[in-house]
């Protein structure tokens, strides 16, 4: 993305190079999504804020995209850190348990419920569940057979279009070539790369859509069928997220 909008701003590396100050071999590192060579974290978001800024592109936006990418891994933690070995179990607290006094609350649960039993005269035989009905001996099956077709056919109706109503559905069209990168609301990653001009492409999830987009007035985009025009001005680069029921930006 970053070489992307150098060449477009009608740069060489070694103008670049001496207009952010970074050397010519650390912009070529970082061009090719190599940043071992910039001394770490911070030193390789300084570099970016820069060369964002002097191609044209939203310093802000760019260190956001960058930190998605490479900065996001969760750091291990050993067992031992979260298990200490120096807080020692108290066992004794743990047998204060009075196991006899257990085992005659559990006995005298067993002879309540016997005597109810026993008391109630009545066998399992007898007992009717809540939808049980009464049909006469002579009687056509289907006059006393539920009625659930219509409603089983109602609810699928309505799962149907519950699922549909989730789904978000986006198009992105580009009038010129503009680079793109697409993730569902999981982060899962749906494309990352240049929307030649005159193509269009969709993507849909129920987790929702967010686009990072380095040329916003580049592209025209459609949710859910709705035209909501340009992403932005030329040259912009933005961020886009819809999310699920009535696929409101974010």
Not at 103 to 132: K, Q, Y
Not at 217 to 237: H, I, P, T, Y
Request: proline share 4%.
């Amino acid at each position: 993305m970053l070489a992307e909008a150098r060449r477009t701003a009608g740069l060489t590396v070694t103008q670049l190079s001496e207009a952010t100050r970074i050397r010519e071999a650390i912009i070529y590192a970082i061009e090719r999504d190599d940043f071992s060579q910039c001394g770490g974290d911070f030193y390789a978001r300084g570099h970016v804020r820069a060369v964002a800024k002097a191609v044209g592109l939203d310093p802000v936006a760019t260190v956001h995209f960058y930190d998605e990418e490479h900065s996001g891994a969760a750091t291990p933690i050993r067992a031992a850190a979260v298990f200490q070995a120096e807080r020692k179990i108290r066992i004794n607290e743990r047998r204060g348990l009075n196991w006899t006094m257990a085992l005659g609350v559990a006995l005298a649960i067993v002879m309540v419920f016997g005597a109810v039993r026993v008391l109630g005269g009545g066998t399992s035989d007898e007992v009717r569940t809540a939808d049980s009905r009464l049909v006469p001996p002579n009687a056509p099956i289907g006059e006393h057979a539920p009625k659930a077709s219509h409603a089983k056919g109602k609810k699928a109706k309505d799962d149907v279009k519950e699922k549909k109503d989730k789904m978000v559905v986006v198009k992105v069209k580009a009038k010129r070539a503009s680079y793109l990168n697409v993730r569902d609301g999981k982060g899962l990653n749906l494309f990352t790369g240049t929307l030649p001009a005159g193509k269009s492409s969709t993507w849909k999830s129920e987790s929702g859509v967010h686009l990072v987009i380095g040329d916003a007035g580049a592209v025209s985009l459609q949710v859910n069928g709705k035209d909501l025009g340009r992403a932005g001005a030329r040259g912009e680069m933005v961020t886009r997220s819809f999310v699920p029921s009535e696929a409101q930006p974010r």
